[in-house]
């Protein structure tokens, strides 16, 4: 009687630890998909890229709304002004103003390079959703401080990585580091977070730096200058007609 007690007794507790747990790790998948998004967003990145054979500097504009829509717009260097990207729920497009040509980016592409960078279009555009796109797990024996989150395409998702490992300040619960891996579970490159910052009332990283760990001498840096969120954007801001017209 006494053993039958003491189940009765752990069992909602075992539960009640399980839907904690599920609680914490959708909060952070939330908390990842809404870092520099929000509804609606606003900002001006500088973006260093650098490989063994060259390296260049870009000035980039993007707006988001929700999770559906993206704009990036290149301000700078001269040579490349206008460039833009544009995201519309599934789609996406780039278009080039020199030539006055829209390019429709076909899903196959979406984890192709961005500009030459090391980040690829879906990191760009977030096409996936770490809350939806992935399933998500506590990896076992963290770093002290920190929360480490291992992140499982869904057999739907449109993603190549096998596995991302994310770790967050325990704190804070803003991201640290992102370790991802191939399909031949390589560890394939890392996202380290960095700088963080109070841009429009809301504490985050303000760099990113991506290291490809299979491609020696590559390294994309990403620093955030001017972040606005939850601003009355209209949708019409990101249509085909605006992206090729320019603001």
């Known amino acids: 009687m006494r053993t039958l007690l003491l189940i009765a007794l752990c069992l909602p507790l075992s539960v009640m630890a399980e839907e904690v747990k599920t609680d914490n790790l959708t909060r952070l998948s939330q908390k990842m998909d809404r870092l520099y998004r929000s509804e609606s967003s606003q900002g001006m990145m500088i973006m260093e890229i650098k490989t063994p054979d060259f390296e260049r500097t870009l000035k980039i504009e993007v707006w988001s709304k929700g999770m559906d829509y993206t704009l990036a717009r290149i301000h700078s260097p001269r040579k490349e002004k206008g460039v833009s990207t544009l995201k519309r729920k ?15 980016i076909p899903a196959s592409m979406m984890m192709g390079s961005w500009m030459g960078s ?22 076992k024996e963290p770093p002290q401080g920190q929360i480490c989150v291992d992140f499982v395409p869904k057999p739907s998702a449109a993603v190549n990585w096998s596995k991302v490992v994310t770790c967050f300040d325990a704190k804070t619960d803003l991201p640290l580091s992102q370790d991802f891996y191939d399909e031949k579970q390589r560890k394939a490159r890392q996202m380290i977070f960095e700088d963080v910052k109070t841009l429009d009332g809301r504490e985050m990283p303000t760099k990113m730096i ?17 972040m606005k969120f939850d601003l009355d954007l209209d949708e019409g801001l990101f249509s085909l007609t605006r992206l090729q017209r320019g603001r």
């Open 210 to 226: 991506l290291k490809p760990l299979l491609k020696e001498g590559n390294v994309t840096i990403v620093r955030y200058e001017e």
């Open 118 to 139: 090391d980040f690829t279009n879906d990191d760009l555009m977030r096409e996936s959703s770490w809350e939806k796109d992935y399933t998500s797990s506590e990896s």
């Open 90 to 104: 599934n789609e996406m497009w780039n278009y080039l103003p020199k030539i006055k040509k829209t390019i429709r």
